[in-house]
């Protein structure tokens, strides 16, 4: 293509495309590893991601079908139905009260929402997001697709607030399964509204507590009954086994939904009809979700007393899909010696610096393959 003028050519250097701002994609260095684990005469237990591997609740896919003739667009806000469910689910299950449908709004899985919050509120450079030390990388993601700065920490209220505008939490966590306490929540709470930033949420384990029972932001002991200043964000995915249908809500402070519902309605950004009529189902249905936390229970207790037999020590991992194992060693070591045994995990360190000596260790496979995983590390 001949160069205009004072015009930068279409291909510019990588570090000033959007995709020049972003880090490698880390799980193309975990492929060896999976090679090694998938060599193994018995096949390859994967515990390296947290995808869920049980069937959709019957109900579930049966509300899905219903609303399959859906000629028409569907709205950003969802309907009326799923409004309603996301506030009904939000009180009944998070203890939330008075919420309306101002303060809820559908979102295409929890994903899309952390990589451009940042963008979709307007920060950009000379902003700062912080992210705990540990976390799932699409805070970073988000942070630097809008060309903001980052930065994480031990302790939310440790940070320099001068440009910080969006503070992430996520209890409980990813990778560590780690819980805040509600006194802890509502001294961040307290703290992001004295300095005015935005607080999100990330509460897509929620459910999955299982020596802790999770607090959610929304609960009145933490935001004192208002949600000035608060988001909470939550999923589908895990909960209800809906990752493939793209399904989670924000619920929270309803100037800041207000303004993202405008801004997504320009980006097109809703769900689709037959995936709103799915969610509604979900929310209102708590029998299939106690169904599949037996299920993840009952993994939890199998590897976790194989990880210990087998001579790893585990921390946190009170909550969440996760057991986060270390045997002080490099998490790739680790990788290393559980990838010869056909068993793949997560190195620490996609998490962060301060994860290189654990690996993380999902309990999404069949009963089957953790029963194997199991019997491997004998
Ligand atoms: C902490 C955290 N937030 C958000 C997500 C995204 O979930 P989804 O896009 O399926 O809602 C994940 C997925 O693993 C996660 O671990």
Known sequence: MPAVPGRPPAHRPADATLRGRLPDFPWDRLEPYKATAAAHPDGIVDLSVGTPVDPVPEEVQKALVAAADSPGYPTVWGTPELRDAITGWCGRRLGARGLTHHNVLPIVGSKELVAWLPTQLGLGPGDVVAYPRLAYPTYEVGARLA???????????????????????????????????????????????????????????????????????????????????VVAVHSLSKRSNLAGYRAAFLAGDAAVLGDLLQIRKHGGMMTSAPTQAAVVAALGDDVHVHAQRERYAARRAALRGALL????????????????????????????HLASLGILVAPGD????????????????????????????G
């Open 147 to 229: 060309g903001a700065g980052h930065v994480t920490y031990e302790d939310p209220l440790d940070l320099d607030p001068t440009h910080l505008r969006l503070l992430w939490l996520n209890s409980p966590s990813n990778p560590t399964g780690r819980v805040l306490s509600k006194d802890t929540l509502a001294r961040v709470v307290a703290w992001a509204r004295e300095h005015g930033v935005l607080l999100a949420s990330d509460e897509c384990y929620l459910e999955l507590g299982w020596e802790a029972d999770p607090a959610s932001v929304l609960h009145p002991d933490v935001c004192g009954g208002s949600y000035e200043g």
């Open 309 to 336: 037999r087998h001579g790893f020590r585990i921390e946190h991992s009170e909550a969440s899909l996760y057991l986060w194992a270390t045997r002080d060693e490099s998490c790739w070591d680790t990788v290393a």
């Open 350 to 377: 996609f998490y962060g610096e301060a994860g290189e000596r654990f690996v993380r260790v999902a309990m999404t496979a069949t009963d089957e393959r953790v029963a194997a995983a199991v019997a491997r590390l």
